[in-house]
C-alpha cells in the first residue's frame, strides 16, 4: 500500500506548522472507536456485538434515541442499556480514549502554535490576527489540560497521604 503524496501547497508552509497534518493523518477521528462490532459477538467487555455498537454511538455523540434506533431496539430498552455497569463503562472508556487523542493532538499543536508565536513576535514569520488568534487558543488550551493534570496528580497524591516510616529519611513533604 502506497501513501499518496498531497498536492503542493501554493506557497511554503511556516516551518512552525508543518508537522501538524501528519499527526492528523495518523491519529483516527474521534468519532472512530476502532472497534468493529461486526468482527464478534464479544469483544471481553461481556458485551454483545449490539451492544458495543450502542456504546460506540453513545460516545460520539449519537443521543440515545437515535443510537437505540441504529442498533434496532426500543427506545426503552436504550434507557435500560444505559443502566447497566458494562455499558455505562464501555462509554466512559470510550469517550476516554477520545479525550486521549485529543490530548495528543492538542500537545503536538501546542509546541507548533508556542513556535509560530515566537517566529511572529521576533519578526521571523509574517503576523496575521487570524493566525495569531489560532495560535494563541491553541496554547490557551494546551495550558489548560497542562493545569489540570497537574491538579489531577497533585490530588492523587493528597489522597495517598504521608510517606510511610521506612521514607522518613529520604523524604521529606
Not at 459477538?41 to 455523540?61: H, M, N
Not at 443521543?63 to 431496539?73: D, L, M, N, Y
Not at 487570524?130 to 492523587?156: F, H, K, M, P, Q
Request: proline share 9%; glycine share 8%; aromatic share 2%.
Amino acid at each position: 500500500m502506497s501513501r499518496r503524496k498531497p498536492p503542493a501547497p501554493a506557497s511554503p508552509a511556516p516551518p512552525a506548522l508543518t508537522l501538524l497534518p501528519a499527526v492528523v493523518e495518523v491519529v483516527p477521528p474521534v468519532a472512530d472507536s476502532g472497534r468493529n462490532s461486526d468482527e464478534a459477538e464479544d469483544d471481553g467487555e461481556g458485551l454483545s456485538a449490539r451492544e458495543i455498537r450502542f456504546c460506540d454511538l453513545l460516545a460520539t455523540g449519537t443521543t440515545p434515541r437515535e443510537a437505540a434506533t441504529q442498533v434496532g431496539i426500543s427506545e426503552r430498552s436504550g434507557r435500560r442499556w444505559r443502566q447497566k455497569l458494562a455499558i455505562i463503562a464501555a462509554t466512559r472508556s470510550r469517550l476516554n480514549d477520545s479525550i486521549s487523542v485529543g490530548r495528543s493532538i492538542l500537545a503536538c499543536g501546542f509546541a507548533q502554535a508556542a513556535t509560530a508565536l515566537v517566529a511572529m513576535a521576533s519578526g521571523g514569520e509574517p503576523a496575521d490576527s487570524s493566525r495569531i488568534a489560532a495560535c494563541r487558543a491553541i496554547t490557551s488550551g494546551a495550558i489548560e489540560l497542562i493545569e489540570a493534570d497537574v491538579e489531577a496528580r497533585l490530588s492523587a497524591l493528597e489522597q495517598q497521604g504521608p510517606p510511610g516510616p521506612g521514607l522518613r529519611g529520604r523524604w521529606r513533604p
